[in-house]
């Protein structure tokens, strides 16, 4: 049988898909921007058949016709690897649970510790000449979900790019159990072109003077990310590397620029390797069947023993709260989860032990209640009670706010507080200064 004749075989409607999907299932959706769109339409159409399906996927970009059945706690519940807005509100409805991990570690717990999906239903790029079907910009842990799965439904969707990778960034027609061709939806997109806050400028400068030529980049998710990568673009630098868990708009800026060539990386050389991407239009057309970028597991782009091997290696990330002895919360306040640890401390890690190499956590020294309008110090005595812990306090590098930036590593409990309230917003440092007293972690030689 030729590969043209197993893929009519295999070709099936959505309906016929949705089928194979029994009540009490695990079943997986893929990730991110390679949700699946009309089986998922055709799943939420049996709801009445089916009762405590529990669904696997994460950083969803559209919210999924299983969310809004009736009575749908009952029929489907929703496992995040990493939470996005649609999560957050699903988690009020009881639809949507978190899975707290370290995104590196992804690929290893399909294949070893957590209980195998039945069915895995995701989108890919249209089949090539040999039988292949490439995960699109969603490579991450994806072939650990298809050597695990009983059975494979995949989404053809003309819009995916097709992602070039080392390995693990594509599946068979032969290990396919039913092939769905969808209405080729658009890729969704993240993020945009925005103006840069006077905060995010402030912050970028600090972070881009940091950076040596070779430099090899990680760049986290948000407009702080982007602004650096903006500053990075417009600058002299040069010979930069791109090993990251997450492609961004901005690298391809940067590349566009002419910054990136990866000739520095001791592997994957002239290569930009990341797991997944998520972006505007322009990112999918610069990765489509583009040499240059490679997509790969999570397990080897955020390995904490291969990045240390990079020298000068930049890790830029974000944060919700940092407190005063070193914490970060990345991904909740108190109780409500904003979004998942993902791979920030492996990033973390991984760059203080590169040759040269930086983690950078930034964030705005303070921000508005929504609610209130009221300022809020984003710096705190201790961190909101419930709020987990991200970025533990030995393994944090540098702190940067648009007043400073402060190198934790080394430092004892009173330098720590002394340091990170001279990059608060000075609204809050006296106050903070108190806190740190009551918690004695203030001397009185410290400078106010």
């Given amino acids: 049988m030729s590969i043209a004749q197993e893929y009519e075989r295999k070709l099936a409607a959505p309906e016929e898909a949705a089928k194979l ?3 009490g299932d695990w079943i997986d959706y893929g990730w991110c921007v390679c949700t699946p769109v009309a089986v998922d339409k055709a ?37 995040s690897w990493h939470m996005s807005g649609i999560e957050r509100k699903a988690i009020a409805e009881g639809i949507a649970f978190y899975c707290p991990l ?24 249209p089949m090539d000449q040999h039988g292949y ?9 994806m072939r650990a979900v ?25 599946v068979h027609i032969s290990e396919v159990t039913m092939v769905v061709e969808g209405d080729n939806p658009p890729m969704e997109i993240m993020g945009g072109a925005t103006t840069p806050s006077e905060v995010d400028m402030a ?59 990866g000739a520095r990386k001791p592997f994957d050389r002239g290569r930009q390797s990341y797991a997944f991407a998520a972006g505007t239009q322009k990112l999918y057309d610069y990765l489509h069947n583009n040499p240059a970028c490679m997509a790969a597991p999570v397990s080897y782009t955020n390995d904490i023993a291969r990045v240390a091997q990079i ?27 904003i979004s998942g640890a993902g791979g920030q401390l492996d990033f973390v890690m991984g760059a203080y032990l590169s040759k040269g190499g930086k983690s950078f956590i930034c964030c705005s020294s303070a921000v ?38 402060f190198n934790v590593k080394g430092k004892s409990t009173w330098e720590r507080a002394e340091g990170l309230i001279g990059i608060a917003h000075p609204q809050f440092r006296e106050e903070l200064i108190a806190a740190a007293e009551k918690m004695h972690i203030w001397r009185r030689s410290n400078k106010r």
């Fill in 368 to 405: 508005k209640d929504k609610k209130t309008g009221e300022l809020k110090s984003r710096i705190r005595p201790t961190l909101v009670e419930g709020s987990a812990v991200t970025c533990t306090r030995p393994n944090l590098h540098y702190l940067v706010t648009e007043y400073g930036k």
């Fill in 203 to 261: 912050v970028a400068k600090l972070v881009v003077e940091e950076i040596p030529d070779g430099a090899c980049l990680q760049l986290g998710i948000g407009s702080m990310p982007n602004t650096i990568g903006k500053l990075i673009a417009e600058s002299d630098l040069k010979d930069l590397g791109v090993q990251t868990e997450m492609y961004v708009d901005a690298f391809v800026d940067i590349a566009a620029a002419g910054k990136i060539t």
């Fill in 102 to 125: 370290r995104y590196s570690e992804l690929p290893g717990w399909y294949r070893n510790c957590i209980t195998p999906p039945r069915v895995a239903i995701f989108q890919v790029s």
């Fill in 146 to 170: 298809c050597d695990v799965a009983d059975m494979i439904i995949v989404e053809v969707n003309k819009n995916v790019p097709v992602c070039l990778g080392g390995f693990d960034n594509c």
């Fill in 43 to 79: 799943l939420a159409e049996r709801w009445q058949e089916l009762t405590d399906v529990k669904v696997r996927g994460g950083i969803l970009l559209h919210r999924p016709a299983i969310f809004d059945v009736p009575d749908a706690p009952e029929h489907f519940v929703w496992n």
């Fill in 21 to 23: 999907v029994k009540s």
């Fill in 311 to 337: 020298d000068n290696f930049i890790s830029i990330n974000g944060a919700v709260d940092i407190d005063l002895f070193g914490q970060v919360s990345s991904e909740s306040s108190g109780l409500r989860q």
């Fill in 133 to 141: 079907f490439t995960f699109g910009p969603s490579a991450s842990h």
